[in-house]
């Protein structure tokens, strides 16, 4: 996926991998250790695994809290007991992240190989990293910087009907932010944004004045107003991928929710965990940007 050409989500996505989320996996006996020693070295780690290698081949992971593991025999070696590590449980040290959620569908973690050895566990836990965090928050400034540059190309009388999707509130407040600006900008009062406030900007039109500064209004839009705006216009909205208004909202309404939370720093996953259901939302967020990214710009005022 590449939403735009040197972004920086194409930069995270492209230099952010598996290994900068992952544990490493710190315990490790040879396979020749018999029961007692596997014991010693587990002491004090509680349930994190441990790997049974030497330098050439990794013979398999022991997990201390699997009964199996208390009925061997206290003279076999580490290499009889430990259990095999499948091929589909391996994912390479240079594995992009932002492609990890689409393994975690059935599974709870991997084992992360780098070089010939096993040295990581990643665990979907681990999607509360701030590398995953950065990662998909860069999805969010990307979806956001297209809507604005969408919004941008459209005609003044849609730009009214567009605003006009939203509250009064927010209609007020960005009015004042544009004041401010131009306030700031050119110190001069002649050139600010007056409202005759009742629920619009000057009745039923933002401002009829042809060298209105659209550019700067939309500039005054947060993520929410140019979602909203965005509805407008439904020959957009038909080319994403959702069959229903309630499918587009609830869709946005868990983007803004996840959005929120990253900017907080506050967990984007909870327990009891759902594999399935966090995977496909990064698979539809993903698949959104990537429309929105395409939509090809179509200068027409």
Known sequence: MSPSNNSIYDILAQSITVKDVAQPIVLRVPPDALFKDVCDSWEGFDDIPCIVSDAKKTYGVIWFDDDVFWEKPVLESAADFANPILAENIISDSFPLIDLPNLFIDKNHYFVLTGTQITHLVSFEDFNSLPMKACLF??????????????????????????????????????????????????????????????????????????????SLLGCTNFSDKKTMFQHFPELISQLPFVSRTEYDKFFFNVQDMRNKIAHSDPIIEYPYNTLKFSQFIAKLRQVVEIISSIEDEVIF
């Not at 459209?154 to 939203?166: N, P, V, Y």
């Not at 932010?177 to 131009?182: H, P, S, T």
């Not at 050119?186 to 009745?203: A, I, M, R």
């Open 138 to 215: 860069t999805l969010f400034l990307e979806m956001e910087a297209n809507f604005l540059r969408i919004l941008r190309q459209q005609t003044r009388t849609d730009l009214e009907g567009a605003f006009s999707r939203l509250s009064s509130k927010r209609l007020y407040q960005i009015t004042n932010l544009y004041n401010e600006k131009q306030k700031t900008k050119e110190k001069k009062p002649s050139s600010y944004l007056v409202t005759n406030f009742d629920g619009k900007l000057f009745g039923d039109k933002l401002l009829d004045i042809d060298d209105f500064d659209y550019s």
